[in-house]
Structure formats: C-alpha cells, structure tokens
C-alpha cells in the first residue's frame, strides 16, 4: 500500500506519527460532537482532548528523532542506557547519570552521558532507536525537554551541558542532647 509514497515522504510521515495519529482521533472527535446528540456529544469532546494531547506529545517526539542510520544501537532497559556501537559501547545506570551533554564536534552529534563515576557514554543522535533516550532522560529529576529539543535543533560550536543533576542538599540535625 505504501509502495506509491516516495521514501522521504514515508519517511517523513513515520517521524511525526504520533501527530498524524492526533489529528485523525481528534477529528474524529469533531465529527463525533458534530454528528452526535447532544447527549453523546461530550464523550467527542473528550476524544478531541485526547487527540491533542497525543499531537502534542507527538510534536516533541518528532522534534526529537532523527533520520537514524547512524552507527551502532541504543537499548534502554528498566533504569540502564546502553549503547553497541562499531567502534565504542557503553552501559549507565540512569541514578548515576549526573550530567547529560550534546556534543556537535562529533560527526553526527552525540550525547555524552557523564557518570559519577568518571564513566563516559558517548551516543550518536542517528544511532539506531536513539528514540528511545527521550523518555529515559524524561524519568531523570529536574530534566527539561524544551531545552534538549532547542539543543538539537541549534547544536552551536560546543558541547552544552542539556542537563546536571542537583547536588543532593544536605541537611543539618541538631546536636543530639544525651
């Protein structure tokens, strides 16, 4: 069925999915309220909500993904980033994930994963299923999206930091009195 679609066209069509999928729930959420009585109506109009949450989401998730192609692959299970790639590899535990870097002196741009531990985890954004680091950086506390989604889109001449974990702020007890 898709054969007659030129492949920058399917392409295109299968990164903004989620927003092409939006916008058919949500007209078909108008049509519901249009053609309904007015005692069913309003369930349209949750489905519109619906829709436009999922064009929302879906935005970003476009903003997000690349053409992919890159080289290596990334796996994202429970709370650990990995990366196989031809040349490095790497696994982190998402706790110990302090600092979140886009670096575009590499060809193509790479995150840089920083660990507590010194360790390093250099991932192309074209990498196979690269996808998936957005909702692995989402569950990381404070991340903002907005910024990643600028980062990508405008990558500068240096790394940026994307997004450093808060030092945890220690608390005073008072003296113990025995």
Do not use: C, N
């Not at 005692?39 to 476009?62: D, E």
């Not at 990995?82 to 790497?90: M, R, S």
């Amino acid at each position: 069925m898709a054969a007659f679609l030129r492949p920058e066209v399917r392409a295109a069509a299968w990164r903004w999915r989620e927003v092409l999928a939006g916008s058919a729930v949500a007209l078909f959420g108008l049509w519901w309220i249009v053609a309904t009585t007015a005692l069913t109506a309003w369930l349209g109009g949750v489905v519109v909500l619906f829709g436009v949450a999922l064009i929302v989401t879906g935005f970003q998730r476009g903003r997000f993904r690349t053409e992919g192609g890159g080289p290596g692959m990334v796996r994202v299970t429970e709370a650990e980033i990995a990366y196989f790639g031809p040349l490095t590899g790497g696994v982190i535990a998402l706790d110990l994930i302090d600092t979140i870097s886009l670096d575009p002196t590499g060809k193509p741009l790479h995150w840089i994963l920083m660990g507590r531990d010194g360790r390093r985890v250099h991932i192309p954004v074209t990498a196979a299923d690269a996808e998936l680091l957005l909702d692995a950086f989402a569950q990381l506390p404070g991340f903002r999206t907005e910024p990643m989604l600028d980062g990508l889109a405008h990558p500068g001449r240096a790394a940026q930091v994307i997004w450093r974990r808060s030092p945890p702020v220690a608390v005073a007890l008072p003296p113990r009195i025995h």
